[in-house]
Nanobody, 125 residues
Framework: QLELAESGGGLVQPGGSLRLSCTAS????????IAWFRQAPGKEREGVSC????????NYADSVKGRFTISRDNAKNAVYLQMNSLKSEDTAVYYC??????????????????WGQGTQVTVSS
């Protein structure tokens, strides 16, 4: 069982920033490819960003390129999603997830083997 926990969500004004954290229970995050997804009301869950196990390689959805950054802190067994220049369209529940393949960095739910519970991000003035 690969258990994940997200934190760092909240209410922020447009143009503001948040940093989401993903921590693991009972395993080492650096051994796996980790992805961030989000799901807004009435919409399908979509991939936001991912980071590959082993050699560092990242990927981003077009909607967040240049604004979001995914990173690891191996000492803290954590993966972060730094979100800058937030827009109202970014409002969603954000999930971290463990990919099915260790070196695959993809943004499709079909590639995910385990999900966290999610953290709410609301961007509103």
């Amino acid at each position: 069982q690969l258990e994940l926990a997200e934190s760092g969500g909240g209410l922020v004004q447009p143009g503001g920033s948040l940093r989401l954290s993903c921590t693991a229970s009972g395993f080492t995050l650096n051994d796996y490819a980790i992805a961030w997804f989000r799901q807004a009301p009435g919409k399908e869950r979509e991939g936001v960003s991912c980071i590959r196990s082993g050699p560092t390689s990242t990927n981003y959805a077009d909607s967040v390129k240049g604004r979001f950054t995914i990173s690891r802190d191996n000492a803290k067994n954590a993966v972060y999603l730094q979100m800058n220049s937030l827009k109202s369209e970014d409002t969603a529940v954000y999930y971290c997830a463990v990919a099915r393949f260790l070196t695959l960095c993809a943004l499709s739910p079909r590639d995910i083997r385990s999900w966290g519970q999610g953290t709410q991000v609301t961007v509103s003035s």
